[in-house]
């Protein structure tokens, strides 16, 4: 997300002093500030800013504009940085956090791609409470310059080989959508189901990024930078833009960040419809855009969109953009002003958002210590609560993906065990990326040595590239134990920002040291997959030698303790696949090739388990359990849906296939809400175990014509059943929402025709007529 230089974050840190004291604005022992209006809390955000505004120069106003936001000395107004990361974690990829002073280290949870495996909304937004709680911790400790945190990153898993699918959760846009509620609503202090938060005052503000149509950073030379996404109309509807609907209309976020690509032509950041007439006048944003880093340089300097760098600038702040993360307006909007490309209004319009969330977040009502939030201590990072969250996240989020013969769990009782592999026995690993310090930090090997004393290791390759492997020492390893456990898969230095993969099978001669232990190993092994994003192992999954694989993503600080206990059966796994897992000759299909829908005619099979025709190595929503589950509709409200019911007009539409529909643009309209129904579905544990899983509903349809999806997603929750024991979960289906797609012009319609639900191996079918 940079092209700034590290140079400039390692000097950073060496002028901070360490502090106790955190800044702020508004200081009621101060008398030189205390008579301002823009300090009354008396008075509304808005008069507040106004007054503050009123009080600049141009040069203090236009030095506003950058992520690294000078003090203003003579109004005691300190220095503020924008730029926070927080993506799993409080972190300090950014410029605004330290771990310096009396906090360490913060709580490092799964990497986001595993969490979403999870498919538990209360989980996620526990997990944002905790990143909170952590961040404001930090920021009253005095360790921090900034409250306002750019993640959570919910774009759209939409090619395999993305360097950053990793911190996504996934590639359904119904679960990026959910996700980025409940970690909003966690982080910025709402309650679980919104509407928490008095008078807009924020714990941290959490920003959605990056906005729109990003999932490519460096691929056969095309690089993020200079990158145009030419995306469909349809495509954008149903795919890349409702997550960022849901989180800025629902879960509230206080931030957006325009992303560094143009999408068909103009760059996100100077797009005045993107930012302006759809985030703010139809979705309702209100808070902050920032631009990714160095976003704006490159507008004049590698896009060639705009003719001069005042262009540039006048551009971006004009479509609604308000900080840059970088120095570009820093350097430039004078300029432009100067050569009334730019008015001051327009830099007002940007200053106004920006001081309005730093008012939220309680910057300029004098001491914190004092406020809301105030009393939140060092204490609150690394407790103990929100390491048990940790260890409890990946557990959920761990994925089963084969268990031949019941070979796991493994029995306490074994007499030795074998671990090999590169990333058995590395902790940092587990962490993924935009992580800082964790509160501990466990490698699987250390995990598994507190189940079976006599264990021996073997690395197997010299680095997890695999570059070169000591297969002959790793097998006589292996032949001298009772099981084998191989711990294989990637790492940043295969997978991360700015770095996409190349193919989709495993680095280096991984495969081949893979094989040669399963076949001379005394029973079949164990396979452990610790990667972000989808690997081609379908030779594993053949191979009768190799009885039990997981998914463990990057599974955070307590990831080999969760692992470990999976593996001998100290919890049963119910994780589910948020990704598609495909082929390795995947990689004929461009990156740069934005589309969802297939096209038969040219046989590009589509992407994601909405649209993608092709074979699979492992389907999304997939994954088993240490116990077997049975699913039944217990009931049903609904079996019949009349369109004109839920039409705004009362009538219907016929498009040129002579299919009747309606238009639907406001799933909160009184006909939608009237047409809701429930559907509840009885999950039967048959097994020998108790477990805790996801149950997902889908809806199917038979017509996939127009480039309808083949299925989607309705809902999940996470459940907990004992063996022997059933329990019930009840879906509310909301047919303009559920069963709506998009049309090539980009609306979303509901058309008639038969839909199915659809949970395991059972389908309730649902007719939709005029």
Known sequence: MRLCILLCLTLTTLLLTESTQPPFACDSSNPATKSYPFCKLTLPIPARVKDLLSRLTLDEKILQLVNTAPAIPRLGVPAYEWWSEALHGVSNSGYGIFFNGTIKAATSF????????SFDARLWYQIGQAIGLEARAVYNQGQAHGMTFWAPNINVFRDPRWGRGQETPGEDPLVSGK???SYVRGVQGDTFQGGGIKDGHLQASACCKHFTA????????????????????????????????????????????CAYNRVNGVPNCADHNLLTNIARNQWGFQGYITSDCDA??????????AKTPEDAVAEVLKAGMDVNCGSYLKDHTKSAVQKKKLLESDIDRALSNLFTMRMRLGLFNGNPNSLPYGSIGPNQVCSKAHQDLALEAARTGIVLLKNSAKLLPLKKTISSLAVIGPNANSAYTLIGNYAGPPCKSVEPLKALQSYVKNTQYHKGCNFVNCSSASINEAVEVAKNADYVVLFMGLDQGEEREDFDRM??????????????????????VVLVMICGGPVDISFAKRDPKIGGILWGGYPGESGGIALAEIIF???NPGGRLPMTWYPKDFVKIPMTDMRMRPEPSSGYPGRTYRFYTGRKVYRFGYGLSYTKYSYQFASVTQTKLFLTRISSTGSTLENSDSVHY????????????????????????RGEMDGKHAVLLFVKQNDVANGKPMKQLVGFESVKTKSGERSEVEF?????????????EGLMVVEEGTRYLSVGDQQYPISVLR
């Open 732 to 744: 509310v289906v909301s047919p303009c929402e559920h069963f709506r797609t998009a049309n090539e």
């Open 569 to 571: 059966g100290d919890h």
């Open 662 to 685: 309606v238009s639907v643009t406001d799933v909160e309209s009184e006909s939608c809400q009237n047409a809701k129904f429930s559907a509840t579905v009885e999950v039967e544990n």
């Open 503 to 524: 193919d989709l099978v495993l680095p280096g001669q991984q495969q081949a040291l893979i094989s040669a232990v399963a076949k001379a190993a005394k029973k079949p």
């Open 214 to 257: 990003y999932d490519l950073d460096h691929w056969e030379g095309v690089s993020r930078f200079g990158y145009d996404a030419k995306v469909t109309k349809q495509d954008l509807a149903d795919t890349y833009q409702p997550p960022f609907q849901s989180c800025i209309q629902h879960a509230q976020a206080s931030g957006i960040m």
């Open 110 to 117: 799964p990497q986001v791609i595993l969490t979403a495996a």
């Open 179 to 181: 996700y980025a509620i």
């Open 296 to 305: 704006v340089s490159i507008i004049y300097d590698v896009h060639k969109f």
